[in-house]
């Protein structure tokens, strides 16, 4: 990274402190959270032992914090051994049995509530239905369905027999699920006959037998949920319908005790070569970052109704709607669909209906949702929001305004919250009853991290407003372990940069003068496509993989919506296509779909007789950039091989173009 690129833009002076009455109601409160920091600054180890022997049930006590003999294989709590999903339900039963644990709603409209001894129970009855098929410690299950309670008493009936589970998104291909299944070694597949998304049935159960005819041996069987109820071909001797499994099984299920160590599940991620990188979490850092910081960041009360609209295919959906707000016994409502469906209400009905209070989505749904213009949320009774969040990408201060004063009528503070897959739970984020925040700003590291930038060399970047890379100086409970299958991996990625001595998270960052943190985006090879991470290598390879393709180069353009678009640019075996090339490029962007799933559809594709590359062979991926985005090139492009690229590059030859 040239460090001296990076400047920020941004110069936002505005602030907002909490509202006294919410401040005053808050935990923790101004004088909380200075206790908290103090005591991690005092003994950084002392205090995650501290908060874990509080926050967590242990059915055998830890007596070792932290192991550093393998960094940056960090282990946290090992010898304590306990069950995620006792912490999650088992632990509720006494006091809020019949509190409502999810309360969720199809897209068409039907709600279901679960208070936490149904859910107990059907945890319970799943995790019994597993084990009678002889999964337990250490099988990996792939979970491929859509949003509702199933996929949630899924994952938790994993944890409780100490089996990992590693969610796919159901918007990912069969390609990309294939992939997946055979990274982890799974035995098993649960998915659903399909789901509902904007009015569409999504076909999963036939993916499901595309992956699985086209790979993915170390399936045995598949558990099919009946959700959509349309026909689905069901396999004698592997699918097995989800009703069937559970019938007669019993509502109470001994746990399985695993080590604080124990992986909880694989996520996988997009990196910046090819091939998804299976995060490992942990069961015991992971569950106690997600239930801290459920706490700290939300400010969860016995009353709150607290909806976070992630998927669970991705962590957000793990940590803020699986784990974090369960550990809390809080409220949490599910909803399957799309936001605009059956009109451009429905998320703002869902808040009116539910009474919601708590509500955390991420900034590409609100920059959509503004467009269609104030007086679709105004026509609904936000009245229940006291909190609001964003995750996810780098909310802008337009966005952000709006968010504050048109959905939480200038009443309801805003948390920014940083972090990633691999974190495991927020790490920087306004605590809202006591930092005032600024538009644009995810404010501060939370207790217990040491977050910092740091230039080329590695040195703290001490002058306000000017970037550098984003580390965690400290290990954290919640982070990942390693990359499935590929701890070298691990290393290289997150830690070589600086010698191993923190995490880079692979992001730029800035401080200002109040040492708020301020994220610019992306240093690697990564996209941040409507709040989700694409590796520019996996569009590219996919491109690459079509017939009439030579060779690709994906690079991010700036998007209103999205965020950043798809941008690639496509050399072609033989002449390179002109005139007319809709139809192509419509092919293409097709091929793109079926290999990685629809997000990673390219918005535009140029072709062109070659790509620019600089002597040592590498594509000039700034240039590429800088053309997409339609910039002036200051780049020196003398060593170009054939200087006339660039017209091509920039369609200004009229020829080539995509749409
Ligand atoms: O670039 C940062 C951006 O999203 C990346 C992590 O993506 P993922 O692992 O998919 O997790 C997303 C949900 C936690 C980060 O490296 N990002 C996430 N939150 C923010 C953000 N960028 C700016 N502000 C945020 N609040």
């Not at 039963?93 to 644990?101: F, I, P, T, Y």
């Not at 002889?134 to 410690?137: F, L, S, T």
């Not at 790979?215 to 399936?219: D, E, K, L, T, Y």
């Given at each position: 990274m040239d460090n001296k690129n990076i400047e920020s833009a941004l110069h936002e002076t505005r602030q907002f402190p909490p509202a006294p009455a919410f401040a005053a109601a808050a935990h923790p409160n101004v004088g909380e959270l200075a206790a908290l920091h103090a005591a991690a600054e005092r003994d950084h180890v002392g205090f995650w032992a501290d908060q874990a022997r509080s926050a967590l049930q242990w059915h055998k006590p830890f007596?070792?914090?932290?192991?550093?003999?393998d960094a940056p294989n960090y282990r946290w709590f090992a010898d304590g051994q306990l069950n995620v999903s006792v912490n999650c339900t088992d632990v509720h039963?006494?006091?809020?049995?019949?509190?409502?644990?999810l309360i969720f709603e199809a897209e068409q409209g039907a709600v279901r509530r679960l208070s936490y001894r149904e859910l107990h129970a059907e945890v319970c009855r799943f995790a019994n239905a597993l084990r009678n098929l002889?999964?337990?410690?250490g099988d990996r299950v792939i979970l491929y369905l859509p949003l509702v309670p199933e996929a949630i008493i899924a994952m938790q009936a994993c944890a409780r027999i100490g089996a990992i589970h590693s969610v796919v998104f159901g918007g990912f291909s069969a390609l990309s699920l294939r992939d997946r299944i055979e990274d982890a070694g799974a035995r098993l597949l649960i998915t659903a006959d399909g789901g509902h998304r904007g009015g569409n049935v999504i076909e999963l159960k036939a993916a499901c037998d595309k992956a699985l005819s086209e790979?993915?041996?170390?399936?045995e069987q598949v558990i099919v949920l009946q959700h959509t109820a349309h026909d689905v071909p069901m396999q004698a001797g592997r699918d097995l319908w989800w009703h069937d499994v559970v019938s007669?099984?019993?509502?109470h299920c001994e746990p399985e005790?695993?080590?604080?160590?124990?992986?909880l599940f694989l996520l996988y991620t997009s990196g910046s070569t090819g091939k998804p990188k299976g995060i490992q979490h942990s069961s015991g850092g992971y569950l106690l970052g997600a239930k801290l910081t459920a706490q700290w960041v939300f400010?969860?009360?016995?009353a709150d109704v607290f909806w976070?609209?992630?998927?669970?295919?991705w962590i957000t959906g793990h940590s803020y709607v699986a784990y974090g707000p369960l550990a809390n016994a809080a409220t949490v409502v599910l909803y399957e669909g799309g936001?605009?469906?059956?009109?451009?209400?429905r998320f703002w009905r869902i808040i009116q209906d539910h009474r919601v209070s708590i509500f955390y989505t991420a900034p590409t749904a609100l920059r959509a949702l503004m467009k269609l213009g104030d007086h679709i949320p105004q026509?609904?009774?936000?009245?229940?929001?006291?909190l609001l969040g964003s995750v996810g990408e780098p909310i802008n201060p337009e966005a952000w305004m709006w968010y504050r004063s048109v959905?939480?009528?200038?009443r309801c503070p805003i948390v920014d919250t940083w972090w990633q897959t691999e974190t495991?739970?927020?790490?920087?984020?306004?605590v809202p009853g006591v930092t005032a925040t600024k538009p644009g700003s995810c404010t501060r590291p939370l207790p217990g991290i040491v977050a910092d930038i740091v230039d080329d060399e590695g040195h703290?970047?001490?002058?306000?407003?000017t970037g550098g890379y984003l580390v965690i100086r400290k290990p954290w409970?919640?982070?990942?372990?390693?990359?499935w299958n590929d701890n070298e991996r691990y290393v290289s990625t997150?830690?070589?940069?600086f010698q191993n001595r923190y995490y880079v998270a692979g992001d730029s960052a800035n401080r200002d003068a109040d040492g708020y943190f301020w994220i610019m985006g992306r240093?690697?090879?990564v996209l941040n496509v409507a709040g989700h991470r694409l590796g520019t290598m996996e569009i590219e390879s996919a491109l690459v993989a079509?017939?009439?393709?030579a060779e690709a180069a994906v690079v991010g353009r700036p998007h209103e919506i999205k965020g950043e678009a798809v941008f690639a640019y496509v050399v072609c075996r033989g002449e390179r296509p002109t005139g007319d090339t809709r139809e192509f490029v419509e092919e293409l962007r097709k091929w793109v779909g079926e290999q990685l799933?629809?997000?990673?559809?390219?918005d535009e594709i140029r072709f062109t007789d070659n790509l620019p590359k600089t002597r040592?062979?590498?594509?000039?991926r700034r240039l590429l950039r800088t053309i997409a985005r339609g910039e002036e090139i200051t780049q020196?492009?003398?060593?170009?091989?054939?200087?006339?690229i660039v017209e091509q590059l920039r369609g200004d030859d009229g020829s080539g173009k995509g749409r």
């Open positions: 007596t070792q914090t932290l192991d550093e003999s039963l006494a006091q809020h049995g019949d509190k409502a644990a002889g999964i337990g410690r790979g993915g041996a170390s399936i007669g099984q019993p509502d005790w695993v080590g604080a160590e124990h992986p400010d969860l009360k016995p976070c609209t992630a998927d669970v295919g936001p605009t469906w059956p009109d451009a209400g026509q609904y009774d936000l009245s229940s929001l006291r959905i939480g009528q200038d495991g739970s927020i790490l920087i984020s306004p703290s970047v001490t002058t306000p407003d409970p919640a982070m990942l372990r390693t990359i997150y830690w070589e940069r240093i690697d090879d079509h017939l009439r393709v799933g629809a997000i990673a559809k390219p040592s062979g590498k594509i000039m020196d492009i003398s060593t170009l091989e054939n200087p006339g």
